[in-house]
């Protein structure tokens, strides 16, 4: 290697540019993750599990209900003691879910294994992942199916406000039998929701309870709350998330009691994949990750991660569902 | 000190040829025709309207109600949308016709994208084929490429390089829209009990007891609720109506037998009010024959789609 004679003063400059400098260093603490949404809805436990279709012939699911009997079948007051009593019908009916296939993969050569020096983006380490990825997919799911659920309350040509919330709560107390019902808000709902309640004279006049309104909570691992359960005592909880779908200029969030959506899962553990080595079964997720062969002889190492399940709603004759909904 | 002129690179008589004439222009000045919009690409999507969703108007000069639309996108694993067999790559359709059936039943109108829009109701410079767009994009941090799907209110908005690609509704033109889905026989009139339950509900924000508020405060609230009960009569008085002329159009072919039917939807004359024909032919004789032919024909516009 060629030397350069440095003159004196040995500046940082001149070490530089003799090659024995570096334009910048690599950080020791462990590499920084983007801003995401990390509200994990499966974890939360209202989404009920229908059932596994793994071996069943088919990828749809029926949820069977029924009514008009029990507490909704009061006895008939018998007019005369030898009067006959008229047979009740039943109401029979069910919802559906359906599973979808879902995949992700990444790949490295053997290049990058040798001389990666972040261990973070290497393929063992965004295996690890893999379930992150799977429930996002899974609450993109959720917000899908909430979306299309069929009253709303709130209105597209305006904000959401404390007058909605209340409606809101109605639906539930006029409402009998459901669960505690919880949210889903565009993060956007939520703000304006929270700054509708600080109007409010019970709010305008108390510092703390103007805090728990309008004050950033932390969460997870220090990170802002997604999550606001009981949110200023109403009794109604919300999670935020970008995924709320956004139709005709509005917002389509919603609620729903616990289990009032439901999803199907087709576990993985009957895949025998071409390489079993490595393979990794999350059967109660339906995820299966496998290591890939790559055909053409590139030294080439791949991943494969894929899910079968599905998210649907819950019957509207168990459940009270509603779309919250407020202008973009 | 002066500036000495450049030599004549040129000059007359000289055998030396004009070297500038060899020059181009690099392959590294020229500039990618590529342009993507920054966002992952997602699903096709379907319309719908329930009868019991509505809306009243903000932006028509006359208030009225409006049949509110939402969308069913077109994603497997969620509301009966399945992933297709190998067997069923040439129809994609099969992965969401059942859902949609189920909808059906359950009191869910479908609006078929394949019927051209007006004029009128699309944002100006908006292609009127389908109320469903789509366009080329290449996810911001993946670079994976696809499509997004978007309807045709929507439009992306200028955004500064680093942040999320924005968007901007097109509510003028959307609400015309509404209005022409009622007034082409695609959706139904809304029935005199939408508008009472709008009102009521307004009203009872405005009967609200709101003690402790500053007078000022309060004075200007009541009066923003009161604006809009004001605009919800209004809305609720002027109830959208289907045009008598649709109302004729959709008779006459009906009164004819079902092969003259299904000859007369192969024409394509009849394609703009394929819905209206639908839920006329429902409503009244209900032939399956019929029914089957327009369905059919509506069915040749969503194969392509998902």
Known sequence: MATASVSAPFGHAQVYGAGLGFDYIFAAQEMEIELQDMLDVHGMGVIALRGDLAGTGTDTIRVEDYGNIGWSLPMTAMANETDTVTPSPIDLGYESVTVGQFGLSHKETYKGQVLGRQSAVKLDRLKTMVPQSWLATFRARVTLAGSGITTAVGSASTTLSVDDWFDLSTAYKTNLGNRRPGTMLDPQQFDELARSFRTEPAFTNSASELAGIMGLMTGDGGRIAQTHPNFAGMGLDISLTDDVVQSGGAYQGFAFPSGGIGWAVANTSPITPANPVNAIYLPNMGLFIEELTDGSGQTIRGYRATAFFGVALGSTRVNTLRRVISTT | ?306
């Not at chain 2, 209110?153 to 609400?175: M, N, V």
């Not at chain 2, 405005?206 to 009541?222: F, M, N, Q, W, Y």
């Open chain 2, 1 to 306: 000190m002066p500036i000495p002129a450049l030599p004549d690179p040129n000059p007359k008589g000289s055998p030396v040829p004009d070297q500038m004439a060899a020059v181009r222009a690099s392959k590294f000045a020229k500039v990618s025709g590529e342009r993507l919009l920054p966002v992952a690409p997602n699903n096709p999507f379907l319309l719908r309207h329930h009868e019991g969703n509505w809306r009243w108007s903000t932006t028509l000069e006359e208030p009225t109600l409006l049949p509110e639309v939402t969308k069913m996108v077109l994603e497997p694993g969620v509301n009966g949308v399945r992933t297709t067999n190998e067997n069923e790559r040439d129809q994609p359709q099969k992965a969401y016709e059942q859902a949609v059936w189920r909808a059906e039943k359950d009191g869910w109108v479908y609006l078929t994208p394949a019927q051209p829009l007006p004029a009128h109701c699309v944002p100006p410079g908006a292609p009127t084929d389908s109320y469903l767009c789509e366009i080329d994009c290449k996810h911001p941090l993946t670079t994976l490429k696809g499509v997004y799907h978007l309807e045709v209110w929507c439009q992306p908005a200028d955004t500064i390089a680093g942040e999320a690609q924005k968007f901007t509704f097109h509510r003028e033109s959307y609400e015309r829209w509404l209005l022409w889905l009622v007034e082409s026989g695609q959706v139904a009139p809304p029935k005199p009990i939408i508008g009472q339950r709008m009102i009521e509900r307004a009203k009872g924000h405005i009967r609200r007891p709101i003690r402790g508020l500053d007078p000022e405060v309060k004075a200007e609230r009541i009066a923003a609720l009161k604006a809009r009960l004001d605009l919800i009569e209004r809305a609720a008085s002027n109830l959208p109506k289907q045009r008598a002329a649709n109302r004729g159009a959709s008779a006459s072919l009906l009164d004819q037998a079902v092969s003259a039917i299904a000859a007369a939807l192969e024409t394509g004359e009849h394609d703009d009010s394929l819905i209206a024909l639908l839920r006329a032919e429902r409503a009244g004789k209900d032939r399956a024959g019929a029914v089957k032919a327009i369905e059919n024909r509506i069915g040749s516009f969503m194969g392509g789609a998902g």
